[in-house]
């Protein structure tokens, strides 16, 4: 009797509906079922870098890096039983305000990767620290970057260190009293240069000028007779990889026999392949000594190596870096932005694939710049230069 009773209430409750309603009803069912979020274990990091244009090379390494560091993590376990998921905008296809802000307020990153210019870093700086959600970078080097800030962090070593470095070797290897220095406006800018004679004046080395660069310029002739006329004893050079290339071939031929040096730039893949012969005796700056990283460092190489085609370099370990970095705080403190970022701040010592590192208080590397001198088109660290 039961079941015959809930059989006529069942029937009567249809009799409602015509018969297209009814057939509804499946549908409705299936899109109630997919809009339950499944994925909500997931962690999702934005990253905006100009993966198009004049930098492209150097920053398709670095993402390669991270995006390899990815696969290490998921295939791991992921993060608290879910998985780590990139949500990647190119910089120089969209804008970075809105491009950081899609991350932010649509994609609902918990943190986001990413800035190469100064001005590029700082927009997308700006906006992670008024949405209270934290910024990494570990490519762009301008000084400025994470000073007064909360939610910014860098894993790279900053300009700072990198003139020190620079400067004291210059001066202790070379006996350089005299460097000129040549910069673009883009990357470094007035305000490097001057940061780097400020540097110089502690190793007892006076500049004897500087000189700017216009975006797009092919012939630095002009610019180098301008410097050469104060008679330098050595030329910092402080340019995209690109154009560091030209003016170290346009000095050399133009028979300037003295000490040439450049920051990271001049360590790229891209800056040995333009400058060929011409990166012969380039001293410049690494981010790391890639033998401190030791086996660890060894099999990200022959890894990154089989899966992309070609030799990792330091952009692509820092990369790499970044996102390990980045994954030992989100295991310890998950549970919100704020936690997060002081998770980070926690992280004053670590050991990567490149070596030891670890923030200060501003959430800046504390790692020193590494020398390099390149022999036969390869970036060999002073320590290590009397095996090569």
Known sequence: MKIRKTYKKIKRFFKRFDRFQILAIPVLIILIIFSFDFSSNDTKI??????????SSRVQSHLNGIKLAVKHI????GINQGNIVLKIKDSN????????????????????????????TRIIQYLSEKALIPFITAICTHFETAKAAVYTFRTITDDQQQFEALSSHSANRYQSRRPAIIYDNDLYGAESAQRYIEICSKHSQQVTNTVSIPKGTINFREQLEYLFKTQPDSLVILAPAADSALIVRQAREMQFNY???????????EFLHLAGIYSESVITTLPYNPRAGGQKFDNF?????????????SDAATGY????????????QPENNLNLRDSLLTLQVWDSIIGSGGFDNYGNQVRPAEIAIIKDRQTIPISLEELF
């Open 321 to 332: 870096e970044a996102l390990m970095i980045l994954t030992l705080a989100l295991k310890s």
């Open 46 to 55: 934005g990253v905006v870098l100009p993966l198009t244009g004049d930098f």
């Open 93 to 120: 296809k969209i804008d970075p305000a809105e491009a950081t802000r899609d991350l932010i307020y649509k994609d609902k990153v918990s943190v986001i990767i990413g800035g190469f210019t100064s001005k590029e």
């Open 259 to 269: 000490p040439i040096l450049g920051a990271n730039q001049c360590a790229s893949r």
């Open 74 to 77: 998921n295939e791991l376990g």
């Open 301 to 313: 190489l022959n890894e990154y190596q089989e899966t992309y085609g070609y030799k990792a370099d």
